[in-house]
């Protein structure tokens, strides 16, 4: 029984491959949040401060873990079609391990987390803003990679 051919998004026929337009657009979305916290972050640090110091329980630490492990989910689902392959699945990858290390944390090094979390805290509201950019970063490459298309009329 033959196998089907599904067009891509550029338009290429590929044996197998699907599209997942609803998860490149959840991951578009999910980016332009990022990218509004890394914002917030740069432009007013003591969010972020305030953000990391009400966070270090296990429960929000297994909570933050989840939504990393989901968001870096979708990420790799959505590669295909972005304008980023690679880059989106080793990204993926990337965030699905930080969130497995999140998990670990909460169940073993709530201790160390804190300690983590005081000294970048300690280090000033210069280190925050370079936190805070990267996170920017991060969403601006994301929403990039995953923006919609424009179809050709």
Known sequence: MPRTQLRTVSGEMGEGHQEHPALKNLAFVVALLIFALGVGG???????????QHSLTSGVFFAVAAVR????????SAAAVS???TA???????VVIAG???AVMALVGMGVARQIVEWWLLQGYVIVRLSAALILVLGAFVAYAC???RRAA
Not at 42 to 52: F, T
Not at 88 to 94: A, C, E, F, K
């Open 42 to 52: 740069v432009l007013e640090p003591s969010g972020l401060v305030w953000i990391a």
């Open 69 to 76: 492990v989901a968001f870096g989910v979708v990420l790799i």
């Open 83 to 85: 304008r980023a392959p």
């Open 88 to 94: 989106m699945r080793i990204l993926g990858i990337v």
């Open 100 to 102: 497995i290390t999140t």
């Open 147 to 149: 923006a919609p298309t």
